[in-house]
């Protein structure tokens, strides 16, 4: 017993020396070296995982405490430089990237048929998909969720590409509800891409520059669910939103209420007094076969969701927003869920690679 606490704290004090240096990588990584082993513990391949973020992006993602962890678990997160050509750089096995631009997504596809031995987190033309807010919620729609547990549907929405005075006219054809809200087309990674309106009456939504997206208002209480997905994980959130609106306040009201970057400035409404029919999250088993299929639709692994309830409903659920790559700073327990992510990866695919029937030469 004695010899044991004494060990134990001897292996903390060596594991401290070794962090310090930066050495705990080689100690830990998983599987992937090779070699008979014969029950023991081998020097193994360290992960790389190089990025490709923006300056706040790696802020708030790379946080000290995801670095140490993955470093005590053979991560190592290495930084890709954009001037020098991306093949020169790594090896990597895995890399991560969120940058806008069609030249770095050429980069990347040509580095994806390059390296088929390197996961690219995700697919530029599948992180494309979720850049516009008429097709990222289309798999939603097609999707069709409807189960013991609830539905779960998209606002009904319009597209406008280009004339805003074709809008009321177009609105009522459709036959949408007012309010509406009307969203940015594109999605860019811009603030004003970001930037929202609310419009009590069709006629004032002239004033608005298209490409737009105009989506029916959906009352929820004032709260949305966060839902991030990393690879089959899923963490929910509560957020604060914007509130209802009122019959009253439908009729007496008119005009556009602009609002920018709403979803940015909503704290955590985790610890707050909710009335329990609108704090309630969303059904386990709903969320995780919505993400199931979402994973697949979409062809993305990491991404999270702004889905709401419809108020005075228990069981009717909106997408109304997709996001790749969001905020995981703000994920509890992201870092031990990413690190996990990151590992697993690698794992599977190495698992393949060695199940692979060895194929037979030509005769
Ligand atoms: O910066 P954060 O932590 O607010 O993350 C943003 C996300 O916030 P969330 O995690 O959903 O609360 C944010 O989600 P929302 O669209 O605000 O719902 C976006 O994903 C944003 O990326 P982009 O500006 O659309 O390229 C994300 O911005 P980037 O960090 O990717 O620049
Ligand atoms: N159809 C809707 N019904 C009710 N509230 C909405 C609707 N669409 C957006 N919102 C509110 O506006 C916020 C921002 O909209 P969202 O589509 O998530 O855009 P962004 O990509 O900028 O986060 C949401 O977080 C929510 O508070
Ligand atoms: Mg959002
Ligand atoms: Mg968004």
Redesign the pocket.
């Given at each position: 017993m004695r010899l044991n606490e004494e060990i134990g704290c001897k292996e903390e004090e060596i594991e401290e020396e070794e962090e310090e240096e930066g050495m705990v990588a080689q100690k830990y990584s998983i599987g992937v070296g090779g070699g008979g082993g014969g029950g023991f513990p081998q020097p193994m391949k360290v992960v790389v995982v190089g990025y490709a973020l923006t300056s706040k992006k790696t802020k708030s993602f790379l946080q000290p405490k995801l670095e140490g962890l993955a470093r005590n678990k053979g991560i190592l997160f290495v930084a890709i430089d954009q001037n020098r050509p991306l093949s020169d750089q790594g090896p990597f096995d895995i890399v991560l990237h969120k940058l806008t631009g069609k030249e770095w997504r050429q980069i990347l596809e040509d580095y994806r048929r390059a390296h088929p031995e390197v996961t690219v987190l995700d697919p530029p033309d599948a992180i494309q998909h979720v850049h516009n807010?008429q097709s990222m919620l289309q798999d939603v729609a097609d999707l069709n969720l409807c189960d013991a547990y609830g539905t779960v549907g998209v606002?009904r929405q319009l597209v406008i590409k280009k004339d805003p005075s074709s809008i009321p006219d177009a609105v009522n054809r459709a036959g949408l509800m007012l309010p509406l809200?009307a969203?940015p087309l594109v999605?860019d990674g811009s603030a004003k891409?970001?930037e929202?309106s609310l419009a009590y009456d069709q006629y004032s939504l002239q004033i608005l520059e298209p490409p737009l997206v105009l989506?029916?208002?959906?009352?929820?209480g004032g709260v949305?669910f966060k839902v991030y997905i990393v690879g089959e994980a899923i963490k929910v959130v509560r957020?604060f939103?914007?509130p209802d609106v009122s019959k009253r306040e439908l009729s007496t009201n008119t005009g556009v209420f602009r609002?920018p970057?709403?979803?940015?400035a909503?704290a955590s409404a985790d610890d707050a007094d909710l009335d329990p029919m609108v704090a309630e999250l969303p059904p386990r088993p709903l969320l995780e076969r919505l993400a199931r299929e979402l994973r697949r639709r979409l062809g993305l692994r990491l991404f999270n969701l702004?889905i709401?309830r419809e108020h005075g409903t228990q069981d009717r659920f909106?997408v109304?927003?997709i996001?790749y790559f969001p905020g995981y700073g703000k994920m509890p327990g992201y870092e031990h869920i990413f690190t996990d992510f990151l590992l697993n990866l690698v794992q599977s695919k190495y698992n393949k690679r060695s199940t692979k029937p060895v194929e037979e030469p030509l005769r």
């Open positions: 807010r606002p809200v969203k999605v891409s970001h929202l989506q029916e208002f959906v009352n929820h949305l957020r939103s914007l609002f970057r709403v979803s940015c909503a702004d709401i909106y109304i927003d996001n």
